[in-house]
């Protein structure tokens, strides 16, 4: 499977923007979606998840509320609307697909696929 991020830019602090993964290769339908990402000088983290039909998804406390993540199986897509955003949100931000049958969203040890990254930068 091969994961293409895109959607990232500039933004103002409060802002939106939306990222998407488009996957090709593979049926998307089979794996658990994921976001996450990675802060100049941090490591990478969790940012949100989503079941293989969308019925289950998962956020990192830092962006519940304000970031939702979806799906369009039938687009072999996955979304990430941001919300709100902050200083704090800026970070190369990478789409991920995991194989596997468990709901473990948060570790990314069980993500099996990864995007190449689109980058976020939230201004002052």
């Known amino acids: 499977v091969q994961l293409q991020a895109s959607g990232g830019g500039l933004v103002q602090a409060g802002g939106s923007l939306r990222l998407s993964c488009a996957t090709s290769?593979?049926?998307?339908?089979?794996?658990?979606m994921a976001w996450f990402r990675q802060a100049p000088g941090k490591e990478r983290e969790f940012v949100a998840a989503?079941?293989?039909?969308?019925?289950?998804?998962y956020y990192a406390d830092s962006v519940k509320g304000r970031f939702t993540i979806s799906r369009v199986n039938a687009k072999n897509t996955v979304y990430l609307q941001m919300n709100s955003l902050k200083l704090g949100d800026t970070a190369l931000y990478y789409c991920?697909?995991?194989?596997?049958?468990?709901?473990?969203?948060?570790?990314?040890?069980?993500?099996?696929?990864w995007g190449q990254g689109t980058l976020v930068t939230v201004s002052s």
């Open positions: 290769g593979g049926t998307i339908s089979s794996y658990v």
């Open positions: 991920a697909a995991d194989r596997g049958s468990k709901w473990s969203p948060q570790r990314e040890a069980e993500y099996d696929y």
């Open positions: 989503i079941s293989w039909g969308g019925t289950s998804t």
